[in-house]
């Protein structure tokens, strides 16, 4: 999400993250969310942070003494209990932000409550990487044994423009696909009972492929849970796909399809067939969706 420097786009961040979460069936991680401030707010920070932690360097593990030289903030990630005590004493970023970064921060927290995110702020998060500024934030889970975090992003105002890019306010996210799927499987395959889907449209040659990857586009625009076949399986695999990811309903498009307008709609749990026009499979598909 990139061209605003308003904490409204920090909060759509957030959000479309929670939401992708809850879509996925994820529910037991925790948003921790903390902000860095902009340049001038981090340059002091970083002064305040070299400072401590080079007058503690010789408590701290060996990676964190390589850390420091490249960047002190990278110290605050450390698991090791010695430097996690070293840590826990180490000056705030929060304590550091301007007015402004202040302001900022204080904007995105109350729209988060407003859109009713649950958060907590913990000034330990710094995401590891130099590129954000202000708003960064961390799904925790605690799902998966050891405390993990399954998705992180923020605000990076200055990426694009250090990339060669005009100077635009951004905000995202990533997700860890690994961390997912041990967070999906350590609540039971709650991914596969909510992935239900309305319709999986197969093709057979690339005419029936170009138009089911349209279709699938726009049966989702229009809320219809579509999904196509985008790694050029076989037919048989498509119709064992369709059947794994619970699609209600299956249709093959080939040449003839199209050529014809006519494709059969099968209703996946009686295996009955209707023939329906290719054109008017959207419009039929919405009169039967969930
Ligand atoms: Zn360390």
Redesign the pocket.
Known sequence: MIGSYSPALDAEAISVAAQLLKRLGIDDVELRINSLGGPECRQKYNNALKEYIGSNIDK??D??KD?FDKNPLR?LD???E??QKIIADAPVVLDYLGPECKEHFETVKAILNDMGIKYSVDDKIVRGLDYYTRTVFEFVSNGIGAQGTVCGGGRYDNLIEECGGQASGAAGFAVGIERLLLVLEAQNGAFEAKNEMDIYIGAIGSAGLIKGQGLTYRMREAGIKAESDSVGRSVKAQMKYANKIGARYSVILGDNEIAEDSVALKNMETGEQEQVKVSELLDTMKTKRK
Do not use: Q
Request: net charge positive.
């Open positions: 701290l593990c990676d964190c850390r110290v450390c698991k090791e010695k430097c």
